[in-house]
């Protein structure tokens, strides 16, 4: 059993940025322990110190903690101890339309760009850099096909990714270049706005719930 076993009630407090600290809140776990003495987790990071009885919080001053916390939350829409919900990132299936030539380096990148319309993407967005299985060659943008997965061992071949082969002219490299499209889940991270924007909405039903609570 461990020595800290028995946690009465975790409250949030700001540090109101001292010191420079980034974050501004922490959490602070109070417990009773074995021989029934009592102790602090400032940072709830298991790092105790004493404390006595009467600096145990009572309900009431830890639901006011909290709310002071999704106060602050519904106003600036930041929630640095991830109390509520976030937002996951969007997918889809899309459709990409690649290049690549071939040199003493292997197969050699050459852009990428959706649905094979606009400028030539010699950086793709990850999420075609890893279907692909991209590796940075050098200080360059360009990158070049490893053909072997995270744990080394062997995957498809480039040429087997092609689902739609197309013919490749003396700008594209002639007969050393492939171009092709291929279908590809697009991960799509939520703004930064989307993301505020859905916290300020949480900690406001929140504040609203705890108004409601008898």
């Known amino acids: 059993m461990d020595e800290f076993d028995n946690l009465i009630t975790t409250m949030p407090w700001t540090c109101r940025f001292s010191d420079g600290c980034p974050v501004g809140w922490h959490t602070a776990d109070y417990w009773v322990n074995e021989d029934g003495s009592y102790s602090i987790d ?7 110190d004493p ?47 690649v290049r690549f030539t071939k040199s003493i380096l292997g197969a050699v990148f050459r852009g990428a760009r959706r649905n094979s319309r606009g400028p030539w993407n010699l950086n793709p967005p990850e999420f ?8 940075p060659v050098g200080t360059t943008e360009y990158f070049t096909y490893r053909g072997i997965d995270k744990d080394g061992s062997k995957i ?17 490299g002639g007969r050393n270049a492939l ?15 989307a993301k505020q924007r859905a916290i300020k909405a949480s ?12």
């Open 42 to 48: 400032n940072y709830a990071d298991g790092d105790h």
């Open 51 to 97: 404390c006595d009885k009467k600096d145990i919080p009572t309900g009431e001053e830890a639901d006011n903690g909290w709310n002071e916390y999704a106060e602050y939350c519904a106003k600036t829409g930041l929630d640095p101890l991830d109390n509520y919900c976030p937002l996951y990132p969007l997918t889809r299936q899309g459709i990409w339309q």
């Open 128 to 135: 075609v850099r890893e279907y692909l299985l991209l590796e």
């Open 156 to 172: 498809r071949e480039l040429w087997g990714l092609v689902s739609t082969p197309m013919r490749t002219n003396a700008s594209d």
């Open 179 to 193: 171009k092709f499209t291929c279908e590809i889940k697009e991960v799509i991270p939520p703004s930064d706005h």
């Open 203 to 214: 900690a406001r039903r929140d504040i609203n719930s705890r108004k409601e609570a008898p």
